[in-house]
């Protein structure tokens, strides 16, 4: 984390010069204990420390051939995305599904080839989700131009990054909310209170893209207004602090926001901290305001998955006169910190995909290990900086949940959406097995001890 600085560059255009040796240390490839696959390839420049290499007639997003004056509509997004498409051959688009007023919510996967679901699962790769809350348009602005970037660069880095692995974008998850730039969606629902009990189409489809191809990483990309005191900084962060979720995978969230995050966006000369915490004239945290551990938000939900997820949020305040003077400033301050984050969390995927997949798959057999033993805890609060009070503390977890008929028939397409088994009986009752990757999931949607649960399940004591 670091302080505002006073006069950062309006544009990003990067000088390895003006990087400090500690960022360079960070941003430079390091050798990597590469899968058996791979040839040892000498040490790259990170994605994070240079421009994409990019051919002259590369597409350009509307904000872009704006100068930053206007967001890029959904009509230019499908133009920018075709032209992708059509100018890369490492570029498919898919509709995920199709909004009530008919918009797309689309995904694109950048690869050397293109799989399916069930390969990108074998493989190490990176979900990013942007635009959840309509009115964030940076966050969608910053996620088209990576789109590009990665699709058409030449560098060794981005050669790098795909051959070992995939990248998924949905730039647009709720294309509603930006139509109308609601936060919310056509329902006037918050999307991002949704990823646990999924009413919404925008959950439901970002859901199923975690169950079906299985990313190792999960990074969602916002916007948020913060003030000149004590919340100014360019770009905050914030890993899962569900109490569920693995601490080793926790772990590697903060790792993606203290080693990759900050010091891609700091290299910039712009300022990183953590979402949720304003800080004191020292820097020090002397408040939180936000980012609990709330399993209903996707940050939370997707480290619940086991995968290593962070949260980004773009200030969209100006702070500084030039940009209370210029709006243009102010636009491309937000997008090009968002570009940053996301290069920066793509550097940790190109150097560290293949551990990254191995300890998400050893975080699933645990879990499934302590479910099916009844061992460990389930918290119903807390956070990682709260501890929960004896009464959201569940000290001997059952192994496993009992559902009437009419509870499977309420919750049964939820669960699958959330990739959980469940032992249907001839009665039409059902049993959900804790012994499963889902255990830290199962009990917040049915447990009556939870905060949020869909169901009033029967726990099942271990024999
Ligand atoms: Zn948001």
């Given at each position: 984390m ?7 560059s309006?544009a ?5 010069v003006a990087?400090g040796?500690?960022a ?6 390091a ?5 058996a696959?791979?040839?040892?390839e000498a ?11 990019l ?25 920018f ?19 009530a007023?008919?918009?797309?919510i ?10 399916s679901?069930?390969?990108?699962a ?5 979900l ?16 088209l131009?990576?789109?590009r970037?990665?699709?058409?660069d030449?560098?060794p880095a ?25 936060r919310?969606?056509?329902d006037?629902?918050?999307v ?5 009990a ?10 199923a893209l975690?169950?079906d ?5 999960v990074v969602d ?6 003030r ?10 914030l ?5 569920n ?7 590697r969230?903060?790792?993606?926001a203290?080693?990759?995050i ?15 915490i ?10 939180q305001?936000a ?23 773009s200030q969209?305040r ?5 940009e ?10 937000r997008?090009?910190t968002?570009?940053l984050?996301?290069?920066g ?8 995909g293949?551990?990254?997949?191995r ?6 057999r645990?879990?499934a290990r302590?479910?099916?033993a009844g061992e460990?805890?389930i ?10 009070t ?9 192994c ?14 939820t669960l699958?959406l959330?990739?959980?088994r ?5 009665d039409?009752t059902?049993r959900?097995?804790?012994g499963q ?8 949607l049915?447990?009556?001890?939870a905060?949020?649960?869909?169901v009033q399940?029967?726990p099942?004591?271990?024999?």
């Amino acid at each position: 984390m670091q302080r505002r600085p006073s006069a950062p560059s309006s544009a990003r255009r990067r000088s390895l010069v003006a990087v400090g040796l500690g960022a360079v240390l960070a941003l430079t490839g390091a050798p990597v204990a590469a899968g058996a696959a791979d040839a040892p390839e000498a040490p790259v420049t990170a994605l994070a420390a240079a421009e994409p290499v990019l051919p002259a007639d590369a597409p350009r997003t509307g904000f872009e051939t704006s100068g930053g004056a206007a967001w890029t509509t959904l009509e230019e997004e499908q133009s920018f995305l075709a032209a992708v498409d059509a100018a890369s051959d490492r570029v498919g688009i898919s509709t995920l599904a199709t909004t009530a007023a008919g918009r797309p919510i689309q995904l694109v996967q950048i690869g050397t080839r293109q799989l399916s679901a069930r390969e990108v699962a074998q493989r190490p790769s990176i979900l990013v989700t942007c635009l959840q809350h309509g009115n964030e348009p940076a966050a969608r602005e910053g996620c088209l131009e990576v789109v590009r970037d990665v699709a058409l660069d030449t560098s060794p880095a981005t050669q790098q990054l795909l051959r070992r692995s995939t990248v998924l974008v949905v730039p647009t998850v709720n294309p509603d909310g930006r139509a109308a730039n609601t936060r919310a969606n056509a329902d006037g629902v918050d999307v991002n209170r949704d990823h646990l009990a999924l009413e919404t189409l925008e959950a439901q489809t970002i859901a199923a893209l975690v169950r079906d191809y299985d990313p190792e990483m999960v990074v969602d990309v916002h916007e948020y207004g913060g003030r000149a005191d004590v919340y100014d900084r360019d770009l905050i962060r914030l890993w899962p602090r569900n109490l569920n979720v693995d601490e080793g995978l926790r772990a590697r969230a903060v790792e993606l926001a203290d080693d990759f995050i900050d010091p891609a966006v700091e290299a910039e000369g712009w300022s990183t901290g953590v979402y949720g915490i304003w800080n004191g004239p020292g820097g020090e945290p002397i408040a939180q305001v936000a980012g609990d551990g709330d399993e209903r938000i996707m940050r939370n939900a997707v480290g619940l998955k086991h995968t290593v997820g962070q949260l980004t949020e773009s200030q969209t305040r100006a702070l500084t006169a030039e940009e209370q003077a210029d709006p243009t400033v102010n636009t491309n301050r937000r997008v090009d910190t968002n570009v940053l984050a996301l290069r920066g969390s793509l550097d940790m995927l190109r150097t560290q995909g293949a551990e990254l997949r191995r300890e998400t798959a050893a975080a699933e057999r645990e879990a499934a290990r302590l479910g099916a033993a009844g061992e460990g805890y389930i918290r119903f609060g807390g956070a990682d900086n709260v501890l929960p009070t004896s009464s959201e503390l569940l000290l001997d977890p059952p192994c496993a949940y009992d559902l009437t008929g009419e509870q499977l028939d309420a919750v049964s397409s939820t669960l699958s959406l959330h990739d959980i088994r469940v032992v249907e009986r001839a009665d039409g009752t059902a049993r959900v097995p804790m012994g499963q990757p889902a255990r830290g999931v199962i009990p917040l949607l049915m447990d009556e001890r939870a905060a949020y649960d869909l169901v009033q399940a029967t726990p099942v004591d271990c024999a």
